[in-house]
C-alpha cells in the first residue's frame, strides 16, 4: 500500500510644509499588524515558543527586501531590528510587509512584547503570547506539508510515501530542547538536540509512531519529526 501525507491545514498652502513633512515621517514608521505576532510556518497566532521561527506582519517594517546569509543568524538586516522583551531577535529576512525572526529561547513563558526598528523609527510595542510548545507544520503551495519520503524524495501525490515507511516533517515551535542551542545558532547534528515537551502524531486519523523530534541539524530553529507511516490505503491524509 502507498500513501501521501498532507498537512491541514496566512489645506491650507500656509501649512503645506509643516503637512508634508508629518505625513512623510509617518509614512516611515514600522507597525505591526493586529495579532501579527505568528508561528513562522503554520501563520497562526497564539502558536509561538521559545526557540522557534516567527513571522511579524505589518507595514514599513523594512525599506527593502534582504534575507540572512549564515549563522549564526545576525541581529539587523538593513535598517531593520527587533527587540523581544527588550532583547534583539535574531533574523532570518526582513521586508516592508514581513519579517521572520527567531524568538529567543531566553523569553519568558506569558505576555511577551515586540518592537521593530526601522532606522530611528520604532513601533509601537505589540504584545503577544508565549507558550511552552506551539508547533507549526511548513507548507508548500500553502496546503501541502513539506514532508520527506524514506527514500529522501519530496512527498507529493506522485511520490507517495509507503505505508509502514518512515517519513521526515519538518515544523517549528518545539520549544525547550534537552541539548541546548545557542539563540541564533545552528542545531548541531551530535549529540541531537530533542524536544522536551511531550509529543504525538496521526496520519488520517491514524495514530503514527514518532521516532524521533528535535532540531533540524545545520538549521536554525526549524524542527523535524520523524513518524512511521500506519497501514492506510493509497490517498491524501491530514497530518497532525
Known amino acids: ?50 526557540g522557534s521561527i516567527i513571522s511579524i506582519l505589518g507595514n514599513n517594517l523594512a525599506t527593502a527586501t534582504s534575507e540572512a546569509q549564515g549563522a549564526p543568524l545576525p541581529t539587523s538586516l538593513g535598517t531593520t531590528s527587533v ?29 511577551a512584547s515586540l518592537v521593530v526598528m526601522v532606522g530611528s523609527f520604532s513601533s509601537a510595542p505589540a504584545l503577544f503570547s508565549v507558550s511552552i510548545a506551539g508547533p507549526g507544520i511548513f507548507l508548500a503551495n500553502g496546503i501541502r506539508a513539506v514532508v520527506q519520503n524514506q527514500d529522501g524524495s519530496a512527498n507529493t501525490p506522485t511520490e507517495p510515501a509507503e505505508s509502514g515507511s518512515v517519513i521526515v516533517a519538518y515544523l517549528t515551535g518545539q520549544g525547550a530542547v534537552d541539548n541546548p542551542v545557542p539563540t541564533g545558532a545552528i542545531a548541531p547534528a551530535s549529540p541531537l538536540s530533542r524536544a522536551v515537551a511531550s509529543s504525538s502524531a496521526t496520519i488520517g486519523g491514524q495514530k503514527a ?3 524521533f523530534l528535535g532540531l533540524t541539524p545545520s538549521l536554525v530553529g526549524v524542527l523535524q519529526v520523524n513518524i512511521q507511516v500506519p497501514n492506510l490505503p493509497v490517498g491524501d491524509y491530514p497530518l497532525w
Open 83 to 111: 527587540r523581544i522583551n527588550g532583547g534583539l531577535a535574531p533574523l532570518y529576512y526582513v521586508s516592508p510587509k514581513q519579517i521572520n525572526a527567531q524568538l529567543p529561547y531566553e523569553t519568558a513563558l506569558g505576555s
Open 1 to 50: 500500500m502507498r500513501s501521501v501525507v498532507l498537512a491541514r491545514r496566512l489645506p491650507g498652502m500656509l501649512c503645506s510644509t509643516a503637512l508634508f513633512y508629518s505625513v512623510q515621517g509617518s509614512a516611515q514608521v514600522p507597525s505591526v499588524a493586529p495579532g501579527g505576532v505568528v508561528n513562522g510556518a503554520s501563520f497562526a497566532p497564539g502558536s509561538v515558543a521559545p
Open 209 to 211: 509512531g514518532i521516532q
